[in-house]
Structures are given as C-alpha cells and as structure tokens.
C-alpha cells in the first residue's frame, strides 16, 4: 500500500511537472531600410526563468545581427554570431519574475534590404529557480517588414506574398503568425557592440560548454557556482575579524 501511493504521489508530481510551461514572442517590428532596430523576447510562466538557451535564425541578406542587451541588471547573457544562426545563453542567478509576460532581452539588427522577413528561434534548456527543467511552450516568430524610402510601392508588392506565410512547429521551435504590424523606434547605424566575456557567469557557461556537459548542466554549475561565491563574499563581509 505504501508504494502505490508513493507511485501516484509520483505520478501527480511528474503530472504537475509537465504541466508547467514557459511561452515566448518575440516582438514585430516595422522599420526603414538601412537602419538600425530592436525587438523584444518576451517570456510568459507562472514559474521564474532562470536560464534558458536560444538559436536564432533569419535571412542574412535582409538582416544583420549587431547586438544582444539584458532588460534587467540581475540577468546575464552571452552569445555568439555563428555563419547561419546566434547562439544565446540567458541566466538569471535568483530568477526573474515573468508571470506578467515580461522582456528578459531585446536584439538589435540592422536592415540591409527592403521586404518582409522573419527572425525565427529555438528554445531549450529552460530552467526555474528551483533548478528544475521547464518545457517551452508556445514560441512566436518576429515578422519585420523593412519599407524602402526610393520605391515604397515595389516594397509593398513584393511583400504582399509573404503576409501569410506560417512556420508550424511544436515543442520548442518558433512559429511565425499573421499579426499586426508594430513600430520600433530605429536609428542609423553605427559601430556594432561586442558582447563581454569579462564576467563571472558567463565565462562559467562558456568553460563548461567547452568542457562538453551539456548546456543545461553548464547553467546549472554556473548557477551553483555563483550562489556559493556569493555567499562567501557574504561571509567574509560578516566576519569578526575585519
């Protein structure tokens, strides 16, 4: 008797476990040819993220990839431009709060050709606070339509068979929907930025991908790491001798 019920206690855990999910969109954009423009990863669970890994794909003759940037102080990222996608790690050492859909970090590109494209991603490795894998959920694809300031009208043509085009996926890949248009704030382009590996949790995930354990397992070290450094320097802030 004691094991049938540690089974269903088991199985209501694994039921509930499954249940828990984490969607992300990220955000349309409608800009100019030539410049400069940001888009938002939104993430929405019930559970805070912790970490999460993402591939971004996108065709690189309309697009090119410039900068990542976190939404909040307390997260990290790193990434890496790779010839056909970007690799990005996110981590948030004590877990940010998302249960409102909230932005964990925006992208910057810059437009190179007028027309309709989609930036596409690939999530996985999602993981709360508690250390405990989540499933991605739902994922939306970024549709950003690049206007051309000499001949607008031949934009909008060329653009008119692309409006309902539909990737459908599940799991953890991005599916792209027909949506309403959204206006970005651009600027012209300048100097793209470096991402930088000077700190602590980020050079812990790159030595521990490097090292081969898997990515989740990297962003666990990394988060335990940190923790107990953390609570060292604590110690030693408190300590009588000082």
Known sequence: MIITVVLLSYGSLITAFSLTKVDFVLNDCNCDNNRLFTIAMTADCDKKLCAASFEFTY??????????????????????????????????????????????????????????????????????????????????????????????????????SDKTGKSESSGSKSERKKAEETTSASTYDEIGQLNSFDNPNTRLLIIGIALGASLIAAVMLAYNIFKKIKSNRNKRKNSPDK
Not at 67 to 89: Q, R
Not at 115 to 122: K, S
Request: glycine share 4%; net charge negative.
């Open 59 to 160: 065709d690189k003759s309309m697009f090119e990839f410039r900068s990542a940037k976190v939404s909040d102080n307390s997260s990290k990222i790193t990434y890496n431009e790779l010839e056909d996608k970007v690799k990005l790690v996110f981590l948030n050492a004590d877990g940010i709060n998302i249960n409102n859909g909230e932005c964990i970090f925006t992208l910057t590109f810059k437009a190179v050709k007028s027309g309709t494209g989609y930036i596409d991603f690939f999530v996985s490795d999602c993981v709360d606070s508690d250390i405990n894998s989540i499933d991605a959920g739902k994922c939306t694809s970024a549709k950003i339509t690049v206007n051309s300031k000499s001949d607008k009208n031949s934009s909008d043509k060329s653009n008119s």
